[in-house]
């Protein structure tokens, strides 16, 4: 295990940084055995993407999740051609659910008005990486954990965590004179208006191990998302802008004529980057698609 400074009692910066993960292969090993019923249970709808997201990581493709195309484009474009789509995210079709005829369907704690109904078709178990109490990285970390339990799959999670570990190592690798410098993470809604991703988003503990200093350091809401306009983003002149999911063509086309876009100085000092296909209320995939993102603009920026 990391040994603490003997003069200041602290583990190292690194091991501080990475510890939901350096953690996570212990939290496996202690919970091994007494799972073979449950390992049994391959056949598994997905109600949230992040949770579909963490079963593929763990080798499972979920039989069914709902809108399948929009997951394709803002998550998986490889999604298997099988998935059935099970309706929206917030109505689900429960017929659809149960022609797919799942050992067992996982949800977020927000589909709890739907528990009832879903019971009657597979048993549920409610996952969340969004709680509002431990970081959503240290959560997704958690998640991945509980569901290589639920799913029998602990050796492929624990390949994925030590993978994890490796691409989060390199991204604080790279960072060189960058540390410190400020950095708005955003998702561009339409052409006046953005969601500013806080201190308290799944994306935080990247931003840290790279060094980077939040611009926007505040918690958002639940999701750790602040809504604002462009205008809110003026309080760090030199800071880089990444943008985070896609921007539908209509707004992109709309930004190009904007002159409030035009005048501001991220776009003109050419520190504007994007990351066209991220979820940005995703699990640990999620995460660390953004970190190997990070670590290729930081090395664009650095030359």
Known sequence: MPQADPVTGKL??????????????????????????????????????GLAETLTALGVTPVALPEVNNYRQLVDPHLSSAVLDVGLRIEPNFEAIERSNPDLIVVNPGYVNFAERLERVAPIKSFAVFDGNSTPFDNA????????????????????????????????????????????????VDERHIMVHGSNSLFQHSLDVAGLRNAWNRPGNLWGYSNIG?????????????NLGPIPDRVREGLAASRLWNSLSFVTGGRFHSIASLWTFGGLPSAMRFTTALTEIIRGVNG
């Open 141 to 188: 970390s958690r998640v991945l954990n509980e569901l290589a339990v639920t799913t029998g799959r602990e050796a492929q999670a624990q390949i994925y965590l030590e993978e994890s570990i490796t691409l989060l190592e390199g991204l604080a690798g790279v960072s060189g004179n960058l540390q410190g410098k400020p950095i708005y993470l955003i998702t561009i």
């Open 230 to 242: 462009f205008d809110g983003l003026v309080g760090e002149q030199e800071a880089l802008v990444i």
């Open 12 to 49: 190292p910066r690194r091991t501080v940084l990475l510890a939901g993960l350096l953690t996570a292969p212990f939290l496996l090993a202690g919970r091994r055995g007494g799972n073979a019923a449950v390992a049994k249970q391959q056949s598994v709808v997905a109600l949230d993407w």
